[in-house]
């Protein structure tokens, strides 16, 4: 007697092995076969990216705003010409305010050419086992303020902009000056962040981007942020169908 479904199981081996084949023509919703271990994204922090003048900075940082709360942002490139505003603190001086905006692209399907062979299924069952992160170079002058890291569609053109935000999945601790890991460090995650990262990562065919995040605060008698910190992090997990 021939057995159709039999001879097409066996004719489909590997495929049928790697997807958990569980009867003719099903697949178990429980298979975890897939590695979703990336590589890592490194992120640079570079103090020359804000091309801050020390001495323009130094008078910048002893203006008074006491008569106009907005002249600091209205002078601050004076200090420093890329990716930096000036505000006004308490006690009517102007503060610089440095922007961290850093991101990499994920394209799963690029990263782990395996999921070709569910390429016909709209998303996957994804699991996070961990999000970690090292400082594998640090001379920094300064400590890093709380970084922040998030997730965002491809069009995201900065995660904090409030017509389009990112989402937040957790959180780094501030990085002193100098200082570098010896170990991979654990995400701090906030209440929802294995779940944002699970559903951005669910549908699997669409890139997105990590974001790492924060505002660098000068203030005055303080030191000019110079030199780089470069950062990895890693996202472990897998999935199935």
Same mark, same amino acid.
């Given at each position: ?20 084949? /569980?009867? $003719?023509?099903?697949? #178990?919703?429980?298979? /975890? ?21 020390? !001495?323009? !900075? &130094? ?8 008569? &106009? ?8 490139? !004076?200090?420093?010409?890329?990716? $930096?505003?000036?505000? $006004? &603190? ?10 961290? #905006?850093? #991101? ?5 399907? !690029? ?32 400590? /890093? ?49 294995? %779940? ?42 897998? %999935?199935?169908?």
């Amino acid at each position: 007697m021939t057995y159709p479904c039999l001879r097409a199981v066996v004719g489909a081996l590997g495929l049928a092995a790697a997807l958990g084949v /569980t009867g $003719c023509g099903l697949i #178990s919703s429980d298979v /975890t076969d897939f590695d979703l271990t990336l590589p890592p994204k490194k992120f640079t922090i570079d103090a020359g990216h804000w091309n801050v003048d020390q !001495a323009k !900075a &130094n008078m910048y940082l002893d203006t008074s705003c006491a008569s &106009n709360a907005q002249l600091c942002s209205s002078v601050a490139q !004076a200090a420093c010409s890329t990716g $930096c505003t000036g505000t $006004c &603190n308490a006690v009517q001086k102007c503060d610089l305010v440095l922007d961290v #905006s850093l #991101s990499k692209s994920i394209d799963l399907v !690029a990263e782990k050419p395996e999921l070709k062979t569910i390429n016909d299924q709209p998303v996957i069952k994804v699991t996070i086992d961990s999000v970690t992160y090292d400082v594998s170079h640090n001379d920094l002058n300064v400590a /890093t303020p709380e970084l922040k890291v998030y997730v965002a569609s491809i069009s995201v053109a900065k995660p904090t902009d409030p017509s389009n935000p990112g989402r937040l999945i957790g959180t780094i601790p501030s990085i002193p000056a100098g200082h570098t890991t010896t170990s991979r460090q654990a995400l701090v995650f906030t209440a929802s962040g294995k %779940a944002e990262l699970v559903n951005i990562m669910s549908s699997f065919k669409t890139p997105f981007n990590v974001w790492v995040a924060a505002s660098l605060l000068v203030t005055s008698g303080q030191p000019v942020p110079s030199g780089m910190l470069e950062s990895s992090v890693y996202i472990q997990g897998h %999935a199935g169908l």
